[in-house]
């Protein structure tokens, strides 16, 4: 092979890549050069190739064809530590904390700081409070447990643990993923001064607003390749971007809007709800057939509303009934016996059995229906699932895979799987297309649709104003804990309830 070109900006060269899995060709030849000091935005739709070529990038994965050059000289990336070792670090979307450990301890994971053999604790805490102050959340305490934070309190704590190394690359995984608008704000003008050093970052996104903003060039990759490479991120249109993605021209595609019918019956009602020190008096019912969506920045108590009326959380005040019938508070088992599912906003830690094969993670709910004389009838739950991942249209087809094996998207159409499996009378989502690419989000909002217009009730929670105003009928804004504004969806812009979560300007 040629050896490229070398470029005095040029900091990394990916020429060729291939990787093969079995059954999977994931990356077919796949190009992708990194400027010392630039943003590079990494684009393309769940399955199209990003993922694995982090990971080879970060030495997770070896490439079975291909070249890799940094500053100009071939290199082996045969290892995470061999990538770390050239100045390479890796924020992955599903983050690799220790949840037992403190957040100093996680930072400091696996370059611990030492003398003599002995660990240096409090100069690692002192060190550790000062970066997360550098990412604006020095009120995150560095004893506590990692295990115990919030889920944007978790990126934080990753990325610190990106900076606590001495990078020259940082590769960002849907960073913004979990954070709201003041925590992305931060993240931006953290990735401003690592340029402004000479640090390069690949940041790989869905929210493709966030591409004009932060890149400076950008890759797209489709179906494991290279489709375009080098476009200016500032000059290249969003439609551009998704028809690359995509072959589509736009990134939202809502399904028309059906109104419950009318005299339509009260499926949900959660009337005067509470979790101490989380939110309070929280009351509002859902109809068969309806969308109601909950908007609110990450922390104001959207998921955890969610996870009280499943049970999963044991409400310290309140109510919730399911066709009427109270519920016992503290009890999934009551919830999912009345009908009740939920996609939890982490997936991967809290809805998936990931190891598991695909038709097992659908069936897991309704196992019941497949027991015969105490035994599971493993072929009948096959046959369930692969009808209804056929009408899903998960990929690649096929239920014996481990679930691990898929991307986001569909991923999260195998949770959406098991509810559609239970029958499910009340459907709670809570980020229904975090990390989804925009054609499996159109996709999923179609199903949504689908689904209330067969008389689901469904409760939507979104850190996307855009996706909460355009799939819901009814629209909750929730602020530290309280709505402070319920509607319909055609009755408030975004820019409203920006002001309304924000500003803090009364409903």
Partial sequence: MTVPEKDAAALLEMRGIVKEF????????????????????????????????????????????????????????????????????????????????????????????SRGGLLRASEARRKAQAILERLGHGEIRVGQEVGKLSPAGKQIVSMARALSRDARLIVMDEPSAVLDQEEVGNLFR?????????????????????????????????????VSTGLDAKSTSTADLIHLMTGRSIEYVFPDRRPPAPGAPVVLEVDGLALDGTF?????????????????????????????????????????RVDGKRLRPGS??????????????????????????????ISVSSMTRFARAGFLGSKQERIAAAEITRSLDVRPAGVDQAVRTLSGGNQQKVVLARWLMRHCRVLLLDEPTRGVDVGARSEIYALVRSLADQGVAVVVVSSEVEEVLGLADQVLVVREGEIVHRGPAQEITEHQVLDLVMAGSAA
């Fill in 22 to 113: 079995p059954g999977v060709r994931a990356l077919d030849g796949v190009d992708l050069d990194v400027r010392v000091g630039e943003v590079h935005c990494l684009l393309g739709q769940n399955g199209a190739g990003k993922s694995t070529l982090i990971k080879v990038l970060a030495g997770a994965h070896r490439p079975d064809e291909g070249e890799i050059w940094w500053e100009g000289e071939k290199v082996d990336l045969s290892s995470p530590t061999a990538a770390i070792k050239q100045g390479i670090a890796t924020i992955y979307q599903e983050l690799d904390l220790v949840d037992g450990l403190t957040v100093a301890e996680n930072i400091y994971l696996g370059h611990e700081l």
């Fill in 190 to 226: 953290v990735i401003a001064e690592l340029t402004r050093d000479g640090v390069a970052v690949v940041y790989i996104s869905h929210r493709l607003q966030e591409v004009k903003e932060i890149g400076d060039r950008v890759t797209v990759l489709k179906d494991g390749s290279t």
């Fill in 280 to 320: 309070h008096d929280v009351a509002f019912e859902v109809r068969a057939g309806q969308i109601v969506g909950l908007a609110g920045l990450v922390g104001a108590g959207r998921s955890e509303i969610l996870e009280t009326v499943y049970g999963a959380r044991k409400a310290s005040a309140g109510s919730v």
């Fill in 332 to 361: 999934v088992h009551t919830a999912v016996a009345a009908g009740i599912g939920l996609a939890p906003e982490e997936r991967k830690s809290q809805g998936l059995l990931l190891d598991h094969a695909v038709y097992r993670n």
